[in-house]
């Protein structure tokens, strides 16, 4: 079974630029999940899909960042325009329901640098 | 405020012995509390999950105790191994099931051979 993917791995873009990562979650998990970890911080939560809904986006930090999971399986988190704070590691994780104690299973991540 | 702590400094233990790693939270409620493994260049692994009612978890050479009192999880690998050597994270789901999980900054361990 295939782990959750992520790309691109890496990328690196200039401030005012739009950048779109993506991820594929573990065939068969509805709930996906996007995290980050900036600069010498915590991994924080952004938000968490049901299939195509959105269950809790409590941790996007604003109006620049969009994602959208069409379809219920691969979801997309668009970053537009991209600001200096937005460099970082934005992580994917996926679990097969969100009943209590599910594990999650994160993707290798992909490394942000926006210049 | 709310806050989760781990020990910031690297835990550098010799191979064998057992590595003990601390979180701490403060005004939070956690339904469960995981560990997780993380390194360089990957996500985190999942490795242990606990929850509120429970005291103690083992799996093979982790155990994980949880006391919702003093708010605090303690880590424990027995007879470490140089593979060990990573960064464990700890994360807490105050969401009641939904998996949101709040983590900690995690604490670096190195097992020398």
């Known amino acids: 079974e295939a782990g959750v993917t992520q790309f691109p791995s890496h990328s690196v873009i200039e401030k005012g630029q739009t950048v779109t990562l993506r991820c594929d979650p573990i065939s068969g998990h509805d709930n996906l999940y996007w995290y980050r970890r900036v600069m010498g911080k915590e991994i924080k939560f952004l938000l968490h899909?049901?299939?195509?809904?959105?269950?809790?986006e409590s941790g996007m930090p604003n109006n620049r960042f969009l994602a959208e999971r069409t379809g219920g399986t691969y979801s997309t988190l668009k970053v537009q325009p991209a600001e200096l704070e937005d460099s970082g590691v934005y992580f994917c994780?996926?679990?097969?329901?969100?009943?209590?104690?599910?594990?999650?299973?994160f993707g290798p991540g992909t490394r942000l640098l926006v210049l | 405020s709310q806050k989760i702590e781990q020990n910031s400094e690297a835990l550098n233990i010799q191979e064998g012995k057992t590595a003990t790693l601390t979180c701490n939270y403060t005004n939070y409620s956690p339904a469960y509390l995981q560990w997780y493994r993380q390194d360089p260049g990957r996500g985190p692994v999942f490795l242990l999950l606990?929850?509120?009612?429970?005291k103690e978890k083992r799996k093979e050479r982790l155990k994980v105790t949880f006391d919702t009192t003093l708010k605090q999880s303690l880590f424990h690998i027995t007879a470490s191994q140089p593979a060990d050597s990573a960064t464990y994270l700890c994360a807490l789901d105050t969401s009641g099931g939904y998996n949101k999980l709040i983590f900690g900054a995690g604490t670096r361990l190195a097992v020398h051979p």
């Open positions: 994780a996926s679990s097969r329901s969100y009943g209590r104690g599910e594990t999650q299973y």
């Open positions: 606990i929850r509120e009612n429970e």
């Open positions: 899909f049901v299939k195509e809904s959105k269950q809790d």
